[in-house]
């Protein structure tokens, strides 16, 4: 419990104002380390100098040095020549207790849970709105078209933000947990004057900046996932990830319908307020950090410090080094557009995915005519429509899973790795769903047919989500280990911009096709991006062979 709490953004600001008693790591309370350290540096350095002047590029291990921190703390030390300059390494050993994927289980479920309770505060915030739109058009006295900007502002505010705030996250000075908590501070403190917002400009331009600062877990999310779960049981984490995205769209109109309902539009933005405040106060104190990096680098600091000894260094703090002003301006601003707009598997990946992220907002703008028309739901019982997207997800969840354990896993090698193209073969199932999620609703939503009848049709666009995210967020985890943050950010932006712009002419298609032909017109969008995935599986592996980024050992 220690531990968590020490590596929290809490913990480290107890140590920051301690000075470093409170709290205090395994080197620092035993003195022993730091002595057995200061008298084998001068031999390792020698033995380090004798070995290099025949092998240059050996790594040689200080053995006793080794052996005397690996008892106490699990970190290796080795000396190494890094562009004439010997350093001594600081690296994990397979054990190492603080290295995030050898966490126990309770803990790493824990750190999930979090993970998906501030996705779900967040995404819930995109949907939640559109229970007050009537609201917001009577107050502000404007078009339902231009209302809507106040959920299509702050999707396109998540859209952008994670490509700047998911490649920050990788810098091993900074990781995941400042990047998490300090932008959802800033979302929390937002919501106020958006409820006191006195005109709509303020309140778009308002909703705009909470999408922004609200946004780096819904890229980089998935990157924690990985920081914590060794590959081959990612997917699960990734799942459950996956489910609590879907929470924040469907469970947004339940959650703020009645409010509206009884009282007025800004409780829609009060009840978001509340749940960001709680997740905000449960991050600060129980969120560890997660970036492997950032670990490795402050556990070196410490070291380097004890010791005073400058040679001291790890790998990420080696490479971080050696990056100039402009390529950490690249890392941070340039690589995610790169990958998105030049690496073809990103790009078809990414494309199709916004198609199906655009399809789901623009759809959710047809269960106001379906049911709120047709079948003279409230707008408080109107939210519990959304609930059949949500049980689809739950429903396939666990075939997902079995099939993941009984099939792909057996397929890792003994070195942990996959060939990324398997993790596709759900895709094949959720691409087909999707149509037929579109075509079943769109005609069944007739006053002549029980509503039971599109819900139960809304169901499978849940289960074709579900299995559509999960095989392509592995696939391009796999695909490119060294830049998933980034790739994430990416895969956001895009589904993200085409979230934002469908809605606004949903009301216009439906109101001159019908709900039959509008949605049936989204059906037939989606079914001519059905052979994506194939094309992908069998060719894949061919398209990451002439690729600069992607990976080509499987």
């Given at each position: 419990?220690?531990?968590?709490?020490?590596?929290?953004?809490?913990?480290?600001l107890?140590r920051?104002a301690?000075?470093?008693?409170?709290?205090?790591?395994d080197?620092?309370?035993?003195?022993?380390?730091l002595?057995q350290?200061?008298r084998?540096?001068?031999?390792?350095?020698?033995t380090?100098?004798?070995?290099?002047?025949?092998?240059?590029?050996?790594?040689?291990?200080?053995?006793g040095?080794?052996?005397?921190?690996?008892?106490?703390?699990r970190?290796?030390?080795?000396?190494s020549?890094e562009?004439?300059v010997?350093?001594?390494?600081?690296?994990?050993?397979?054990?190492?207790?603080h290295n995030?994927?050898?966490w126990?289980?309770p803990?790493?479920v824990?750190?999930?849970f979090?993970?998906?309770l501030?996705?779900?505060?967040?995404?819930?915030?995109?949907?939640?709105?559109?229970?007050?739109?009537q609201?917001?058009?009577?107050h502000?006295?404007?078009?339902?078209?231009?209302?809507?900007l106040?959920l299509?502002?702050f999707v396109?505010?998540?859209a952008?933000?994670p490509?700047?705030?998911?490649?920050?996250?990788?810098?091993?000075?900074?990781g995941?947990?400042?990047?998490?908590?300090?932008t959802?501070f800033?979302f929390?403190?937002l919501?106020?004057p958006?409820?006191?917002a006195?005109?709509?400009?303020m309140?778009?331009?308002?909703?705009?900046?909470?999408g922004?600062?609200?946004?780096?877990?819904?890229?980089?999310?998935g990157?924690?996932?990985?920081?914590?779960?060794e590959?081959k049981?990612?997917?699960?984490?990734?799942?459950?990830?996956?489910?609590?995205?879907v929470c924040?769209?469907?469970?947004?109109?339940?959650a703020?319908?009645?409010?509206?309902?009884?009282?007025?539009?800004?409780?829609?933005?009060?009840?978001?307020?509340?749940?960001?405040?709680?997740c905000?106060v449960?991050l600060?104190?129980?969120?560890?950090?997660?970036?492997?990096?950032?670990i490795?680098?402050?556990?070196?600091?410490r070291i380097r410090a004890?010791?005073n000894?400058?040679?001291?260094?790890?790998e990420?703090?080696?490479?971080?080094?050696?990056?100039?002003?402009k390529e950490?301006?690249?890392?941070v601003?340039?690589?995610?557009?790169?990958?998105?707009?030049?690496?073809?598997?990103?790009?078809?990946?990414?494309?199709?995915l916004?198609?199906?992220?655009?399809?789901?907002?623009?759809w959710?703008?047809s269960?106001?005519?379906?049911?709120?028309?047709?079948?003279r739901f409230?707008?408080?019982?109107e939210g519990?429509?959304?609930?059949?997207?949500l049980?689809?997800?739950?429903?396939?969840?666990?075939?997902?899973f079995?099939?993941?354990y009984?099939?792909?896993e057996?397929q890792f090698?003994e070195d942990g790795?996959?060939?990324?193209?398997?993790?596709?073969?759900?895709a094949?199932?959720?691409?087909f769903?999707?149509?037929?999620c579109l075509?079943?609703?769109g005609?069944?939503?007739r006053?002549s047919?029980?509503w039971?009848?599109?819900?139960i049709?809304s169901?499978?666009f849940g289960?074709?989500?579900f299995?559509?995210?999960?095989?392509?967020l592995?696939?391009?985890?796999?695909?490119?280990?060294?830049y998933?943050?980034s790739?994430?950010?990416?895969n956001?932006l895009?589904?993200?911009?085409?979230?934002?712009a469908?809605p606004?002419?949903?009301d216009a298609m439906?109101?001159?096709?019908?709900?039959g032909w509008?949605?049936?017109?989204?059906?037939?969008?989606s079914?001519a991006f059905?052979?994506?995935p194939?094309?992908?599986?069998?060719?894949?592996?061919?398209?990451r062979?002439?690729?600069?980024?992607?990976t080509?050992?499987?």
């Amino acid at each position: 419990m220690k531990d968590l709490f020490r590596e929290t953004v809490f913990g480290r600001l107890v140590r920051l104002a301690s000075g470093g008693k409170l709290f205090a790591y395994d080197e620092e309370l035993n003195p022993s380390i730091l002595q057995q350290y200061q008298r084998i540096d001068s031999t390792s350095s020698s033995t380090h100098n004798t070995d290099c002047e025949q092998t240059p590029k050996k790594v040689v291990k200080a053995s006793g040095l080794q052996e005397s921190l690996v008892a106490d703390q699990r970190t290796s030390i080795t000396t190494s020549q890094e562009k004439g300059v010997d350093h001594l390494l600081v690296t994990w050993t397979p054990d190492d207790p603080h290295n995030p994927r050898n966490w126990s289980t309770p803990k790493k479920v824990f750190v999930t849970f979090q993970i998906c309770l501030l996705t779900t505060s967040i995404y819930i915030g995109s949907a939640i709105y559109t229970a007050g739109l009537q609201g917001v058009e009577a107050h502000f006295n404007i078009s339902p078209v231009k209302a809507l900007l106040g959920l299509t502002l702050f999707v396109i505010g998540y859209a952008l933000g994670p490509m700047v705030w998911a490649p920050m996250s990788e810098i091993p000075y900074l990781g995941r947990n400042p990047v998490y908590v300090g932008t959802l501070f800033s979302f929390v403190l937002l919501q106020l004057p958006i409820i006191y917002a006195s005109n709509s400009s303020m309140l778009f331009a308002l909703r705009f900046i909470t999408g922004l600062v609200g946004s780096p877990v819904l890229a980089t999310g998935g990157a924690t996932i990985a920081d914590i779960y060794e590959p081959k049981k990612q997917a699960y984490g990734i799942g459950v990830w996956g489910i609590s995205a879907v929470c924040g769209p469907a469970l947004g109109p339940l959650a703020a319908g009645f409010a509206v309902e009884h009282l007025d539009w800004r409780w829609t933005i009060w009840e978001l307020m509340w749940l960001s405040v709680f997740c905000f106060v449960f991050l600060f104190f129980s969120l560890p950090e997660t970036s492997s990096s950032n670990i490795l680098y402050r556990r070196t600091v410490r070291i380097r410090a004890l010791t005073n000894n400058p040679r001291v260094k790890c790998e990420p703090e080696i490479e971080a080094e050696g990056m100039s002003g402009k390529e950490i301006g690249m890392m941070v601003f340039i690589r995610p557009f790169t990958l998105t707009f030049t690496e073809p598997i990103c790009f078809l990946i990414n494309l199709y995915l916004a198609l199906i992220y655009g399809l789901l907002y623009l759809w959710f703008e047809s269960f106001l005519i379906v049911f709120l028309d047709t079948y003279r739901f409230t707008l408080g019982t109107e939210g519990l429509a959304f609930l059949g997207i949500l049980a689809g997800s739950f429903l396939v969840m666990i075939p997902f899973f079995y099939y993941n354990y009984k099939y792909v896993e057996p397929q890792f090698s003994e070195d942990g790795r996959l060939r990324p193209e398997i993790r596709l073969q759900p895709a094949f199932v959720g691409a087909f769903l999707i149509p037929i999620c579109l075509f079943w609703f769109g005609w069944s939503a007739r006053s002549s047919v029980h509503w039971i009848m599109p819900i139960i049709g809304s169901s499978f666009f849940g289960m074709g989500s579900f299995l559509l995210f999960m095989a392509v967020l592995a696939y391009l985890g796999d695909a490119y280990p060294k830049y998933i943050a980034s790739v994430f950010a990416g895969n956001d932006l895009m589904r993200s911009s085409f979230g934002a712009a469908f809605p606004l002419f949903a009301d216009a298609m439906y109101s001159k096709l019908g709900v039959g032909w509008a949605s049936s017109l989204l059906g037939f969008l989606s079914v001519a991006f059905i052979p994506i995935p194939f094309v992908l599986y069998y060719y894949g592996r061919s398209i990451r062979g002439v690729s600069k980024m992607a990976t080509h050992d499987m």
